[in-house]
Each structure stands twice: as structure tokens, then as C-alpha cells.
């Protein structure tokens, strides 16, 4: 099906065969209207497949398994594990900075552009007294920084 042109349809004991780029295409269009609208609208395929095909993509895109090597983190230093123990468990030190502790981290959110499907990468902080959540930035290029 490699060869098949954009515009091609292949038919297949009924059904209708897409390539790649026309499934990337209706999910996208798909991911915009949402499930309820596709109830409606959705005459070749269930409603439940163009969603699935949006997942699938996701999940190709970031299936690295073929460059995973080992599995976990890798191994925190043990003089960084002492620090770290020796912090939770010097209790004045928690108090007299709790209410300047936060905590940081990354996560991303898959967004679909013109180009295709793009990763934003989003900073969050979130203050330890209050747990309030900020979001310090968003970004689609965190190496540019």
C-alpha cells in the first residue's frame, strides 16, 4: 500500500482501505469536530475508529523501544541519595523554607499544526504550602531555550 497515491482508496472485502496519509488527515479533522459531532458525521468508519487512528499516531510517534537499552532511570549517586534523606529527615530545615519550596517539572501535550503532530513541552511549578500549580511556560522547542 506504500505506493498508493494520496487520492487512491482500495476497496477490501467491503471495506475501504486507507493509506497513512489519509488516516492522519481524517484524524486530525476528527480531533477538531470531537466524538459527538463524528456520531452524525461518520459514514465509512465508526465514530470510535477515527479517534483510535488520532491514539495510534500519538503512540507511533513516540515509540522509541528499538533505542531503549535498559529499563528505569538511570542510577541516582549515592552522595546525592544521602543529601537527599538527610533534607526529609532534618525537619527544621523543611519548616523554616517551606513557604519558598516548590516543586518542577516537565510534561508534554501533543498538538496538531499544519505540519503534523507536535510536541509541547510544558514547565509546571507547583508551590509546596499552597499547591498551587502554575505553568511557567510552553514550548514546542525546549532545546532552544
Known sequence: MSGMRETETTLREGRILLN???RRRLAVKGKALG???LRGLATI??????PHWHRE???RKWDFSNLQKRIGRPRVREEIVRLVVQMANWTTFLRDHWEVL?????TTIEVWTRDGLAAFHILVVRRLSTRRVEIAGVTPHPESL
Not at 468508519?45 to 477515527?50: A, E, L, M, Q, R
Request: proline share 5%.
Open 20 to 22: 497513512d496519509n489519509q
Open 35 to 37: 466524538h459527538k459531532a
Open 45 to 50: 468508519v465508526t465514530p470510535d475508529t477515527i
Open 57 to 59: 499516531l500519538v503512540a
Open 102 to 106: 516548590a516543586a518542577v517539572d516537565f
